[in-house]
């Protein structure tokens, strides 16, 4: 197993387009987690699944968003009607239960212009 | 509701410099601790952690132990080295892991 992966690492986009990116978590984790970190900040927390259930969301996610975990493997996250304000890294990390730290992907750098 | 607060950087050292990063929290109950570590262009990787109370984490010489009475997590190293140049975040974790804002730290050769 390689970790966890993100793609595209890198997303240049207009706003009012849509963009999804997709994570792939370490095969055996059953929590998948979705991060925003914008420059001189720490990663602020998005979303979280357990298995393909979603079970908790920020009030940072706003109704632009929307993150799916269909068959408790993959997730992908995706913003609709980007704006400036969006642009950021977007770091998924995937974990087994709660008890155990998280291992984070490298992230997708979206840049909406 | 939890936070973490962390020195502010960037923090400069010159190699072989003794390091302190400090690290307090705020939580309702008894959270694990982490100290995370993101070189540059590399994601975040787990630098070490402490479940409760005075429990010591450590790792490639860097430790930090949980004080539950200052409610304090500091990261020291006695030794830096140029290799240790990254970004630092302290962390807490009740059902998801909440960070602080990072500290830069630059070490001079």
């Known amino acids: 197993d390689t970790g966890v992966s993100q793609d595209p690492r890198h997303k240049i986009t207009k706003r009012g387009q849509n963009v999804t990116f997709r994570c792939d978590p370490i095969?055996?984790?059953?929590?998948l987690y979705w991060y925003r970190q914008t420059l001189g900040q720490g990663p602020e927390f998005l979303t979280y699944?357990?298995?393909?259930?979603?079970?908790?969301k920020s009030r940072l996610l706003s109704d632009r968003f929307s993150a799916e975990r269909p068959k408790g493997s993959f997730s992908t996250l995706e913003i609709q009607r980007t704006e400036q304000g969006d642009s950021a890294m977007y770091l998924c990390?995937?974990?087994?239960?709660?008890?155990?730290?998280?291992?984070f992907g490298s992230g997708t750098r979206l840049t909406v212009v | 509701g939890n936070s973490v607060t962390q020195m502010e950087g960037p923090v400069t050292l010159s190699e072989e410099a003794f390091l302190t990063i400090n690290c307090t929290y705020t939580a309702t109950g008894y959270p694990s601790l982490f100290w995370y570590v993101q070189y540059p262009g590399e994601g975040l990787q787990l630098l070490l952690k402490?479940?409760?109370?005075?429990d010591k984490g450590s790792n490639k010489g860097f430790e930090a132990t949980y004080r539950k009475e200052t409610t304090s997590f500091h990261l020291e190293k006695g030794s830096v080295q140029v290799s240790d140049s990254a970004v630092y975040f302290c962390?807490?974790?009740?059902?998801?892991?909440?960070f602080g804002k990072g500290t830069r730290l630059h070490i001079l050769p």
């Open positions: 990390a995937s974990s087994f239960g709660d008890k155990y730290g998280y291992t």
């Open positions: 699944f357990q298995n393909e259930a979603q079970l908790e």
């Open positions: 962390a807490l974790k009740d059902d998801k892991i909440i």
């Open positions: 402490a479940t409760k109370a005075d």
């Open positions: 095969s055996e984790h059953n929590r």
